[in-house]
C-alpha cells in the first residue's frame, strides 16, 4: 500500500518562503511521475508542477508559479519537494503531491499553505 505524506505548509507572509515534502512508505519514488498540486475553495484542483519518473522528461511549471518554485527530488531521502518563493496571498491553498507509476495515481492528505500579512 503506497501511502503518500506532505509536511512543511503553514502561514507566511507575502514575498516569504517555504518548502513542502513529499515522502513515501510502501514504495520508491524514484521511480514515479511526481506532481505537486493545490486547490482552493470553489476552484477546481490546479497542477502546478511535476518532475517526470526516473529524471527521464521535462520538468512542468505552471505558468502561476514558474520562475518562483522549483520541484526537486532527493534521491537519498527518497523524498519530492517543492520550494516556493516570493509568495503571493493567492497562493493560499492545500497543496498535495500526487504520485503516479503504471497509470495508478496515488494522492496525500494535503497541507495547508497561507499566505498572509
Known amino acids: 500500500q503506497v501511502q503518500l505524506v506532505e509536511s512543511g505548509g503553514g502561514l507566511v507572509q507575502p514575498g516569504g518562503s517555504l518548502t513542502l515534502s513529499c515522502t513515501a512508505s510502501?514504495?520508491?519514488?524514484?521511480?514515479?511521475?511526481m506532481a505537486w498540486y493545490r486547490r482552493t475553495p470553489g476552484q477546481e484542483r490546479e497542477l502546478i508542477a511535476a518532475?517526470?519518473?526516473?529524471?527521464?522528461?521535462?520538468?512542468y511549471y505552471a505558468d502561476s508559479v514558474k520562475g518562483r518554485f522549483t520541484i526537486s527530488r532527493h534521491n537519498a531521502t527518497d523524498a519530492v519537494y517543492l520550494e516556493m518563493n516570493s509568495l503571493k496571498p493567492e497562493d493560499t491553498a492545500v497543496y498535495s503531491c500526487?504520485?503516479?507509476?503504471?497509470?495508478?495515481?496515488?494522492w496525500g492528505q494535503g497541507t495547508q499553505v497561507t499566505v498572509s500579512p
Open positions: 500526487e504520485a503516479t507509476y503504471a497509470f495508478t495515481q496515488y
Open positions: 510502501g514504495t520508491i519514488l524514484t521511480h514515479y511521475h
Open positions: 518532475t517526470p519518473a526516473d529524471g527521464i522528461g521535462d520538468i
